[in-house]
């Protein structure tokens, strides 16, 4: 693999940076402030982009950034499993701060200087995080990541935001501490590197039991990727505003959690180091189990944001199974979902929180008849939901065809039937939402006709953005496919 | 001149301290400025050696000319010279830190008195550090002890006399240990110098005297650095002691001790002594590895702040003697780095509660509601350090951690991993806590009565003066650069290291 040194992802880090020291210097002018936020992203986004088609050459981007001590390196190397979660990331970053700003304003928030600072030191460690050239680069950003969120999902600081944030804290801190620094140590030891390869580092340097010891703290080690039992701090973080559950919640945490297992999986141990002790199978198991279970809880959910919180942990799953299969179009499948499943579920959260902007609504038995008051919302929130069920023209399908290609080609059929029994609880929990929405009568007595009433304009582009994003994905979706598949072929050693 | 520096960083604040007390009878204001005066000129002077040290390796000076082992050698080498850095440099940051703490906490008459226990207290530092004799070592040691005696009990609540009162007993107890195995050694020997005793001492190294010596020795020192269980005089002591006191002793005096016990455990008797027979070192690991969870489970326990910060020093001080007892290279590069990380980190915390202490006068935890608002560069200094405490990447606590963590699977003894991480946990919980009440619980009215009469309009509490808030930035800064530059403090560590296990 050719490598290309530049200072771009540098500078790709740097632009959250700067905006967020910018940001808290314009405190007092909020017009300005926003200003900050909305060019550092577009300017994230331009910089992630320029390295698009290096990338697709099948090129690397390195760049060392400092020797904390022999063996520890902050280092960046952008591929296309990194570029693709940073472009997903910047892109939806641009599109939620617009949406933010609606939202914020709209719901007069206190602390909006703290709330947009955060979510710059946010996106700058997700990123970092996609970029991160070996474990400890990544378990940095990490961290920084947890820490950074915490002040947004605590930022009503009532008692139950604080409850809900310690949770958080508790779940994701406690866990990379307890499991995951453990385990990095310990590959640390036995590889004697930590640099990220796509063949694995760990195969053949220790003994099968430690191997699967490590494998299991690094999978427990990373909450953020929410696989039962360490799902828990998921729902509790719903306390946060909405922006910050459709970014973070949908798109950079629990994203930042899964690409951390996919590169784990794929560039420390390695498809045939798992595959050899089985592990693979394990991880399915789990992922199986995660996929089922939250969606059956996603069913008895009445609270809106509490059952896009569980449909996504069951998503996650998703990803984590595809890549558990250890088999290309299974892999391929799992990088597609990471961004087809950004854009999905941002779309339903954004509709989440025009509802209760517009609507004062939370709860899915109050929407009786909300779509004909708000149509673009409703409209977006369909798609959203078509592609959580996987229902061509929307984006899921291609990554679900892709999955169960990569079930096929594994041989496993319990893993199909999974995927059906999920397709149905999906449709269970999404499709009565949108039937209600546009089909039954609302209770309330309309007291000033059916008029439109939808939230403001900032509120409802972004969500119809990301709408048509979910669409466009369909049928550009080879792209993504092109992009998927360079990781698979390096991964895979080509076949 | 280079070679008469090892007795003249530690002369300036002998003079210092004299000089003090005199013009302290002049003005008042005279002994803060003689203060800082010394404590700078002997950071330079320590710096200046260690650079020497570092182009021409160990550089040793014979008091009065008279050669070893006869007369009394100091001695810088990596080691020391990297204990002696951190020491005098802290030192020196706290100083200018104390002028505005000390004018509030102590009684004017008394301040010159304050400066000059402060300067002896600072020679006692540095002269346990730098001789290379053991008897010069236990006189140091003492001037050491006795001077925080005196220091605590100058604190303002009468508790400060039963701190110093505790302090002094189990002090005494350890010191007379100390100096009944410095007894034994020489009965045994017949010589005081260390690099005499280490040459003399294989041969009889299995004799009872030799072995009763070295329990005498870790005994006496356990007690001197606190180590759990015989830490009871600590959390008293660090409680009442003035701030900028509190600060000094934490971030220093122990980790003179922790240097104390390296020395004579690696320098005096040999890593093959510690190895051979009934394997010491286990013992080590063992204690430190309950330490490191008792004192953070005892801070967890804490409602106030500075005793907190005094039992989160006893988990600190295992992390130290853990990577002694693991005694291979990689860990003891890891217990030198935590005694730079630790005095950085444990002294920027106690300066900030010092500056909150200044401003609000308050300790306990649950008043810390609100102050992110009222004081934010102290809080962020304090939380930056927090972090740091926690062990997160890109500060120093990492980087110790680190290094421990590699040095216990390399010793074979994995599940130490577990207890290390354990502990990074229950400081997370601790320093959580803090950081909770400081930027996300809504401001809490002071009591009226905790308020220092100081403080004109208790409405606008306002950030802490120039004077202690740039010490406390600089350290906390210093827990980042040395975080993400941690080579070059490693560096240093590595050589000490190497040596150390010849």
Request: charged residues 10%; glycine residues 8%; positive net charge.
């Amino acid at each position: 693999m050719e490598v290309y040194a530049s200072l771009k992802p540098l500078y790709a880090l740097l632009v959250s940076l700067s905006a967020v020291i910018l940001i808290g210097v314009s405190r007092k002018r909020p017009n300005l402030r926003e200003t900050w936020t909305l060019l550092a992203a577009l300017l994230k986004l331009a910089i992630v982009a320029s390295m698009l088609p290096l990338i697709l050459e099948g090129k690397v981007v390195e760049c060392l950034l400092a020797t904390v001590a022999p063996g520890l390196e902050l280092r960046l190397k952008v591929d296309s499993l990194g570029l693709l979660f940073a472009t997903t990331a910047s892109f939806l970053w641009l599109i939620t701060s617009v949406y933010s700003i609606g939202y914020m304003r709209a719901l007069e928030e206190h602390a909006q200087t703290r709330y947009y600072m955060c979510f710059a030191v946010a996106l700058f460690s997700a990123t970092g995080l996609a970029f991160a050239a070996n474990l400890f680069t990544l378990f940095v950003f990490y961290e920084v990541l947890t820490l950074s969120t915490y002040p947004l999902v605590a930022h009503k600081q009532t008692p139950d935001a604080l409850k809900g944030a310690r949770r958080y804290l508790t779940f994701l801190l406690g866990t990379s501490i307890l499991f995951q620094l453990p385990a990095i140590i310990m590959t640390y030891f036995y590889a004697g590197t930590l640099d990220f390869s796509s063949g694995g580092i760990l195969a053949g340097k220790a003994p099968d039991a430690i191997i699967t010891v490590m494998f299991i703290l690094f999978i427990a080690g990373t909450a953020k990727a929410a696989i039962m039992p360490l799902h828990s701090w998921l729902p509790a973080a719903m306390v946060a505003p909405t922006p910050v559950s459709a970014l973070l919640h949908a798109v950079a945490v629990v994203k930042a959690g899964v690409f951390t297992v996919t590169r784990v999986v794929l560039y420390v141990f390695g498809i045939d180091l798992l595959a050899g002790l089985g592990l693979g199978v394990v991880l399915a198991c789990l992922a199986s189990f995660t996929i089922i279970t939250a969606s059956i809880i996603a069913l008895r959910q009445d609270n809106l944001k509490a059952r896009l919180a569980y449909s996504t942990i069951s998503q996650l799953s998703y990803i984590i199974l595809a890549v558990a299969l250890l088999t290309p179009s299974g892999i391929t499948s799992g990088i597609m979902h990471i961004t087809i499943h950004a854009f999905g579920k941002i779309t339903l959260f954004f509709a989440a929180g025009a509802i209760y902007v517009a609507a004062h609504k939370t709860q899915v038995s109050e929407l009786d008849g909300i779509g004909r008051r708000m149509p673009f919302t409703m409209g977006a929130f369909t798609v959203g939901a078509l592609s959580m069920i996987a229902v061509p023209p929307a984006a899921g399908f291609v990554s679900k065809w892709y999955l169960l290609l990569g079930a096929v080609e594994a041989h496993q059929i319990l893993v199909i039937i999974v995927i059906i029994t999920s397709t149905l609880l999906n449709a269970g929990y999404y499709l009565p939402i949108v039937c209600a929405a546009f089909f039954k009568e609302g209770r309330e007595v309309p007291c000033r006709g059916d008029r439109l009433r939808e939230a403001p304009a900032t509120m409802v582009a972004p969500l119809v953005i990301t709408a048509s994003g979910v669409l466009l994905l369909f049928f550009t979706s080879n792209y993504l496919f092109n992009m998927a598949s360079i990781v698979t072929a390096s991964v895979t050693g080509g076949n | 001149m280079i070679k008469d520096l090892p007795v003249i960083v530690i002369l300036i604040p002998l003079l210092g301290a004299l000089l003090t007390l005199i013009a302290g009878r002049i003005n008042r204001i005279f002994s803060w400025y003689l203060a800082a005066v010394s404590t700078f000129f002997s950071f330079i002077g320590v710096f200046v050696l260690v650079q020497a040290v570092w182009h021409t390796g160990r550089i040793s000076y014979w008091l009065g000319g008279w050669e070893p082992p006869r007369g009394i050698e100091y001695v810088v080498d990596y080691l020391n010279g990297f204990v002696l850095v951190v020491i005098s440099f802290v030192t020196f940051a706290v100083t200018i830190y104390a002028k505005k703490s000390v004018e509030q906490e102590i009684p004017p008459q008394k301040q010159p008195v304050f400066y000059t226990t402060y300067l002896l207290f600072v020679t006692g530092l540095l002269g346990v550090v730098i001789t290379g004799d053991i008897f010069n070592l236990y006189v140091f040691l003492e001037i050491l002890s006795l001077t925080s005696y005196g220091l605590i009990a100058m604190g303002k609540k009468r508790e400060a006399l039963i701190g110093s009162y505790n302090y002094l007993i189990m002090g005494s107890v350890g010191a007379t240990f100390i100096l009944l195995g410095i007894g034994h050694l020489y009965m045994m020997t017949g010589t005081l110098n260390m690099a005499d005793l280490r040459e003399i001492l294989p041969a009889v190294s299995q004799s009872r005297v030799v072995l009763t010596a070295f329990a005498f020795f870790v005994i006496g020192l356990s007690i001197k650095i606190a180590l759990f269980p015989l830490h009871n005089w600590l959390p008293n002591a660090y409680t009442y002691a003035p701030s900028a006191v509190s600060a000094i002793m934490a971030a220093t005096s122990t980790k003179a001790g922790a240097y104390i016990l390296i020395r004579v455990i690696f320098t005096v008797f040999g890593p093959a002594f510690m190895l051979s027979g009934m394997q010491m070192n286990h013992l080590f690991v063992f204690f430190a590895a309950v330490a490191i969870l008792a004192g953070s489970i005892m801070a967890v326990a804490q409602t106030d702040i500075k005793k907190m910060l005094a039992y989160s020093s006893i988990g600190q001080i295992g992390y130290i003697v853990l990577g002694v007892g693991l005694m291979n290279l990689t860990g003891i590069m890891g217990s030198l780095l935590h005694v730079l990380n630790h005095a950085l980190m444990k002294g920027c915390l106690f300066l900030v509660v010092g500056a909150v202490v200044y401003r609000l006068g308050i300790t306990k935890i649950a008043d810390f509601k609100g102050l992110g608002k009222k004081m934010p560069v102290s809080m962020a200094a304090f939380t930056v350090a927090a972090v740091s405490m926690i062990g997160v990447p890109l500060t120093v606590g990492f980087v110790s951690k680190w290094y421990l963590a590699v040095a216990s699977l390399e010793a074979g003894m994995g599940f130490l991993i577990f207890v290390l991480m354990l502990s990074s946990l229950l400081i997370a919980v601790y320093f959580w806590r803090v950081i909770d009440n400081i930027y996300f619980q809504p401001c809490a009215d002071v009591e009226a009565g905790h308020r220092p009469n100081s403080v004109p309009d208790p409405s606008k509490p306002k950030e802490a003066p120039v004077l202690m808030l740039v010490p406390t930035v600089v350290l906390a800064a210093l827990c980042i650069v040395f975080g993400i530059f941690s080579a070059l403090p490693l560096s240093i560590a590595e050589k000490a290291a190497t040596v150390l296990l010849k």
